[in-house]
């Protein structure tokens, strides 16, 4: 007998017949002899419709009242659940943010998760009922409603795994699990059978489509196992598990982001301050710079060129206030951006004792006739700038001259590491 | 300054549009200096939504689940007025029964306040803030969520007035009051100035259209002034006070009932039990009876007459019953039925000193020919049985009859004491 978690995002439950698909899950692991916690989501597009009240009132709503209206959506799927399940012949029970404590801070719309009760929860599923629990809200110190932020369910789900120390977090979607990279760009992906938590931040771009960052996170931080899997299918997806639990490969997964625009200052002025002032100016107006690349000083030593990249939907803000700045760094200044560009990265813990990734990963872009435009590393990520046209072409040769289109015969079978898990208890 | 509640129902918070009519409400009385509580009821069809979704689960939802599904329409409501308020350049702050601790008892879906935190309200007021509070829900002792039935904001409203002495109860309707009949069946109804909460509560057939009777029961208790009045416009209502505050007269106003439908017994032996037998019955099935008449005994001493009356909804069901029953009747009794009647009643704290009052009834409907075929009484109510196609001509002619279509220049003129009551504390 084990505790698990299941939950459900806001696609598998988004309509009443979804929802018996559901319940027929959590009664099927309930007959099982597990004890099971159900997370749930919204019904998919209430949320939206909720939001959309809101920013017809204002354009932009109070947060705190904006939290009290789309907590709601969950509040009426956690319901409805229940009601299936009762239907379906299980006893069962929902249970809201403040009915278990779920207490956070006050960061109205995305706030964070500080403590779980857990003690309702366990007596419930002690009681042979199907705990149905309400995500993405909690309650303040004050007792307000708080939201986790999008994906915020995830993390609830996760947190409560860790408050009730179940033995696993399922975590369904509507994808099977995490690729080796983007299936729909490179034909050779494969499902990743067991993924780090550290690699599963670092390949964000990939994961945040399946998991909310902040939940592997506070996974990472309590050793919850994250089993993310298909809500279609009962194949076993990808456990997302601790470092210590991994046989650790050099390249884990293939990244990459095309929402990024490069911005390039030519011939600034090398005086100290200079530089600082440009990214205070971009902080203080609340732009987000990813890389920051600033090249040696040009010949006579008076002038530098600094790079970096920000999201392009800030690009048109960016320019604005760049331009308005021009003056502040000398006439000799001239500025070039380019969205046309892609971040490619590979992701590994093994990086951090093989020697010589970064410099495989140029030459195998080189050997494409890619060129690097700028490049930054983390202890087990490189990425590298590139011109977009050619992010598939090195996606593909990436992936595969990594060996990942190899990488599942390297690791046990997954099916087995799924139920591993769930039997150890 | 006054401290007022204000409370508006589904209709008044139907749309975004008729949202911004009731913050302007609150706002100009905010501007008039008075301190506000809004009670919001959910927007218009969304309860009917959502128990539909629940229905198409299940034909008998849990109720417990019920509540916490329902509860969601008049959380959404008070979060989109808060946010209206603040639109239009109020402070403002939403507030659910679990935040003020609106505690009940644990009768789901027709839960009973009883008591209720009003510091955190009395706080928002004093920083200057209008509070909006979601109307119909309360937390039992367990912190489930519970709900007050149909009309239970009406109750949250009157409930708040009295937890933090509000100077008066503002119930804001789609009609401009209560009626000493229904305007639409008597042209020379006139809307009622001051009424009594005995008389209130007795008229129920005519105010449940306008108030929950529950909450009549709370403001009668806790002494909270009410005033019914309608949404679309600035003219005093209807003052629902205590009987002190009134100069009573003898009949306040006329009701009428067409919902009900007669059951008649013949022929039933007179022995002891027997009729008690065909109650127990009823009760036992959950059926309510309203008027109970047993003829004296026939001539040769061994049979009597039992006329009943039960709403004609559960008509087919008590035919059910009865004739499975009969058997332990004797093979003697007969019944008859007949849903096509109606009650008429007379109501007025004045009858307590007046005689004549129902001699008087009886007479002017002898005088148009109508025929009563049952009577009951209370200490300010007289219901007559007759056939539902006078109903009428009995409601014009004994609210004419007893002088109602005068009233209102018996009594002071309503808008000096819609004033009086704010302006006195």
């Not at 598990?241 to 929402?259: F, H, I, M, Q, R």
């Not at 087990?380 to 990436?398: D, F, N, P, Q, W």
Request: hydrophobic letters at 40%; charged letters at 20%.
């Amino acid at each position: 007998m084990a505790l698990i978690i299941q939950k459900f995002g806001g696609t598998s439950v988004g309509t009443l017949e979804k929802m018996r698909n559901v319940a027929r899950c959590a009664i099927q692991a309930h007959e099982n002899g597990d004890q099971v916690v159900m997370i749930v989501s919204a019904m998919s597009g209430e949320t939206n419709r909720l939001l959309k009240l809101a920013h017809e009132i204002a354009e932009v709503p109070d947060s705190r009242e904006l939290d009290a209206l789309a907590a709601t959506g969950e509040q009426v799927s956690a319901a409805l659940v229940a009601m299936t399940l009762q239907k379906m012949g299980a006893r069962a029970q929902s249970f809201l943010g403040h009915q278990i404590r779920v207490h956070t801070d006050g960061a109205f719309t995305k706030a964070r998760i500080r403590t779980i009760d857990g003690t309702r929860l366990k007596e419930t599923v002690q009681e042979g009922k199907i705990a149905v629990v309400a995500g993405f809200q909690g309650v303040d110190s004050r007792g307000n409603i708080t939201t986790l932020g999008r994906g915020g369910s995830d993390t609830t789900a996760v947190a409560i795994a860790a408050a009730i120390e179940a033995d696993v977090c399922e975590i369904y979607t509507d994808v099977d699990g995490v690729y080796t990279t983007d299936p729909n760009m490179c034909p050779t992906a494969r499902k990743i059978a067991r993924i780090a938590y550290e690699e599963m931040l670092e390949l964000a771009s990939l994961g945040a489509k399946v998991l909310q960052i902040r939940s592997v996170e506070v996974a990472m931080k309590y050793g919850v196992a994250i089993h993310v899997r298909s809500s279609f299918s009962d194949r076993p997806g990808t456990m997302v598990v601790g470092e210590e639990d991994l046989e650790s490969v050099t390249v884990t997964g293939v990244a990459y982001d095309k929402s990024e625009a490069r911005v390039q200052l030519i011939g600034v002025p090398d005086k100290p301050g200079t530089v600082a002032g440009v990214f205070k100016l971009l902080s203080d107006n609340h732009v987000s710079v990813d890389m920051i690349i600033q090249s040696a000083s040009s010949g006579s030593g008076e002038t530098t060129e600094v790079t970096f990249t920000v999201n392009e939907t800030d690009l048109a803000r960016v320019k604005g206030l760049i331009e308005a700045h021009m003056d502040s760094l000398g006439g000799g200044t001239s500025v070039e951006y380019d969205s046309d560009i892609a971040k490619v990265s590979i992701v590994g813990l093994g990086m951090r004792s093989h020697a010589g990734v970064a410099s495989k990963m140029f030459s195998i872009l080189a050997d494409e006739g890619i060129n690097i435009s700028a490049i930054s590393t983390s202890e087990i990520k490189v990425s590298c700038l590139i011109s977009a046209k050619y992010t598939e072409l090195a996606v593909r040769s990436l992936h595969d001259g990594f060996g990942l289109d190899k990488l599942a015969q390297t690791n046990p079978p997954p099916n087995k590491q799924g139920r591993k898990i769930r039997q150890s208890s």
